[in-house]
């Protein structure tokens, strides 16, 4: 089973910037198409933003699109996440995983996690 690592997230002023990076553990990282979620205090874990396995496609949460940008680099094992004008809605444990499951239908693609590839997520926290 991969490790996924999370790293980048500290506690920003809005409108700043962060870059979250998780690294995998597993060398059949390239095979799988990898997503970014999150959790608020108080609410589920919800989905972010997602990339295929070549990072052909792409798919973002509506309320981070010209916001967010994740890529991912197959060579180094690691997802990344950049995010732009954060906002305090932002605030929320960030968490990676593969996605076990991924689908494009009409253009729009969705990631389902893997429920066993929980990592321990990475706190981003922004104030106003």
């Known amino acids: 089973q991969a490790q996924l690592v999370e790293s980048g997230g500290r506690s920003v002023q809005a409108g700043e910037s962060l870059r979250l990076s998780c690294l995998a553990s597993?060398?059949?990282?390239?095979?799988?198409?990898m997503g970014w979620f999150r959790q608020a205090p108080g609410k589920g874990r919800e989905f972010v933003a997602a990339?295929?396995?070549?990072?052909?496609?792409?798919e973002y949460t509506y309320s981070v699109k010209g916001r967010f940008t994740v890529s991912r680099d197959n060579v180094k094992n690691t997802l990344f996440l950049q995010m732009s004008s954060l906002v305090p809605e932002d605030t929320a444990v960030y968490y990676c995983n593969k996605c076990a499951f991924w689908s494009s239908l009409g253009g729009v693609h969705t990631c389902t996690p893997d429920s066993d590839a929980w990592g321990q997520g990475t706190q981003v926290t922004i104030s106003s």
């Open positions: 990339i295929d396995s070549d990072g052909g496609g792409i």
């Open positions: 597993e060398s059949t990282f390239s095979n799988y198409a």
